[in-house]
Nanobody, 121 residues
Framework: QVQLVESGGGQVQAGGSLRLSCAAS????????MGWYRQTPGNQRELVAT???????NNADSVKGRFTISMDNAKKTVYLQMESLNPEDTAVYYC???????????????WGQGTQVTVSS
């Protein structure tokens, strides 16, 4: 089993910054990718940004130029630096880790417990 521990959420005023961290631990064969998703009440969880083990990044259009995802492979930790936050960024942010399965081409997806980010105007 794999555990994801998130930290760094909180409340900030519009225009401010926050940094989220997510550390993976447990029975990890290898990490294919890690990323961040967010969800607001009544809406589906949506992609914020992902990064593969080799460094390929995918960002949602809404955060391009404002959010930066990075990963420390040795620490199995993914970070999300969020700049120029606006009230529309308010959501619960969830960390995701996609890990390979031993002796298989398939993978497993794991989720963190979520961390609240609130941006006030």
């Amino acid at each position: 089993q794999v555990q994801l521990v998130e930290s760094g959420g909180g409340q900030v005023q519009a225009g401010g910054s926050l940094r989220l961290s997510c550390a993976a631990s447990g029975s990890i064969v290898s990490i294919i990718a890690m990323g961040w998703y967010r969800q607001t009440p009544g809406n589906q969880r949506e992609l914020v940004a992902t990064i593969t083990g080799s460094g390929t990044i995918n960002n949602a259009d809404s955060v391009k130029g404002r959010f930066t995802i990075s990963m420390d492979n040795a620490k199995k930790t993914v970070y999300l630096q969020m700049e120029s936050l606006n009230p529309e960024d308010t959501a619960v942010y969830y960390c995701n880790a996609r890990t390979s399965r031993r002796y298989s081409v398939s993978w497993n997806d794991y989720w963190g417990q979520g961390t609240q980010v609130t941006v006030s105007s």
